[in-house]
């Protein structure tokens, strides 16, 4: 089936440096990967569609300077969380669209950004 | 505004009972439903689909229910397992659209 890898699974940095987060589909071509942020006890929040070749289309609220978002093949997006601060501590997961059936949505296993 | 809701946030059951656990929406548009398994520091792991033109579907163990008049859909495990326990997330796709709406999801502890 559909694997979607992500990496780092986990990371702390300093408030005020970056931190870039892969998603890749390792066996299916995605030409459209989502990025969601789950917040403790709370529900995945999507928080930008990223299609491959194209700038990524955010979700109101969403600072698209803050969260860059690069598809630049058909295998790999990356999410950068520019200038980290505390309140970007959270849990970030990966979605990659095979367009077609029930498996459309392969989830990758996410990444816990802890921001000190 | 929260478009898919589960509002039960934790279900325990004995190990061999059956475990319901319900998700409601709001947008009409929604076509198509899906379950996830997740697990702590996981991605959320497909479970079980649903069309809108359809009211059940099963797959061994897990039927999913919808009632569109009410804009209603229900999980069932039976029997469940305790390796079942995991929290379970609803979620929506609409109509044209090709992104996923989560509802908060159910923790679902199945005793032994």
């Known amino acids: 089936g559909a694997v979607v890898s992500q990496h780092p699974s986990w990371v702390i940095c300093k408030s005020g440096t970056s931190v870039k987060i892969e998603c890749r589909s390792l066996?299916?071509?995605?030409?459209?990967m989502f990025w969601y942020r789950q917040f403790p006890k709370q529900s995945l929040m999507l928080m930008a569609t990223?299609?491959?070749?194209?700038?990524?289309?955010?979700e109101q609220g969403v600072e698209k300077d803050k969260f860059l978002i690069n598809h630049a093949s058909l295998t790999l997006s990356t999410l950068t969380v520019t200038s980290a601060h505390p309140e970007d501590s959270s849990f970030y997961i990966c979605?990659?669209?095979?367009?077609?059936?029930?498996?459309?949505?392969?989830f990758g296993s996410g990444t816990r950004l802890t921001v000190v | 505004d929260q478009q898919v809701k589960q509002n039960s946030p934790s279900l325990s059951v004995q190990e061999g009972r059956i475990s319901i656990l319900n998700c409601d929406y709001t947008?009409?548009?929604?076509?198509?439903f899906l379950w996830y398994k997740k697990y702590p520091a996981e991605g959320p792991t497909f479970l079980i689909s649903?069309?809108?033109?359809?009211d059940k579907n099963e797959d061994g163990r897990f039927t999913v229910f919808l009632n569109k008049s009410a804009k209603h859909l229900s999980l069932h495990i039976v029997p469940s397992q305790p390796g079942d326990s995991a929290v379970y997330f609803c979620?929506?796709?609409?109509?044209?659209?090709?992104?996923?709406?989560f509802g908060t999801g159910t923790r679902l502890t199945v005793i032994p």
């Open positions: 979605s990659a669209s095979t367009g077609t059936g029930d498996y459309g949505y392969t």
């Open positions: 066996d299916f071509q995605a030409t459209t």
């Open positions: 990223s299609n491959e070749g194209s700038k990524a289309t955010y």
């Open positions: 947008n009409s548009m929604f076509d198509y």
């Open positions: 649903i069309s809108s033109i359809k």
């Open positions: 979620a929506a796709r609409q109509t044209g659209a090709n992104n996923l709406f």
